[in-house]
């Protein structure tokens, strides 16, 4: 594989290799091509909005994940014109579920389990397992980063106060 970085993510301490750029703020969001929990294709054209919150998970059957989806789920509601979506390898199947036993509506889930192009693009996805690292991406109206955050450990949180903040200002509040 691409522009593998050894090392870059921690699962309890063990090394694994993410595959993939390690964006930074300013950088153009790549486009990617991921499914939604109807199976039906969707590329960054498609998710186009003045804020969108990227919201990357392993997996949203673990608590950590779950947390961290309904965290965003819930904050980003209350900022007008940001739309959150969870990205991680699970299927859309087991993301629909989750969302309608969490009665979760306030944000879209999307699935990287067909080509992982989401996980390439991003940096974030984990070689050895195959799935996503956790992580935060905020993309403006124009397309660009404002916010990127790589957790070095896949058990730690990302930096929920900071994430949020960031995509107050980019509302104007």
Not at 150 to 162: K, M, N, P, R
């Amino acid at each position: 594989m691409k522009n593998e970085r050894p090392a870059a993510v921690t699962i309890q301490g063990n090394p694994f290799t993410l595959v993939g750029p390690k964006l930074e703020v300013g950088d153009k969001a790549p486009d990617f091509r991921v499914v939604n929990v109807s199976l039906k294709p969707v590329t960054l054209g498609d998710v186009k909005g003045a804020i969108r919150i990227f919201s990357v998970i392993p997996s949203i059957d673990t608590p950590i994940c779950a947390t961290q989806a309904m965290r965003f789920s819930e904050e980003s509601a209350k900022i007008d014109g940001v739309r959150c979506y969870t990205v991680s390898m699970d299927l859309p199947f087991a993301q629909d579920r989750w969302c309608t036993l969490s009665k979760v509506d306030s944000f879209y889930m999307l699935s990287d389990h067909r080509e992982a192009v989401f996980g390439e693009a991003y940096g974030v996805l984990i070689r050895e397992l195959r799935l996503l690292s956790r992580a935060v991406f905020i993309v403006d109206g124009s397309g660009v980063l404002r916010h990127a955050e790589y957790c070095d450990e896949v058990y730690s949180h990302v930096d929920y106060t900071s994430a949020m903040e960031a995509a107050a200002r980019l509302a104007g509040l």
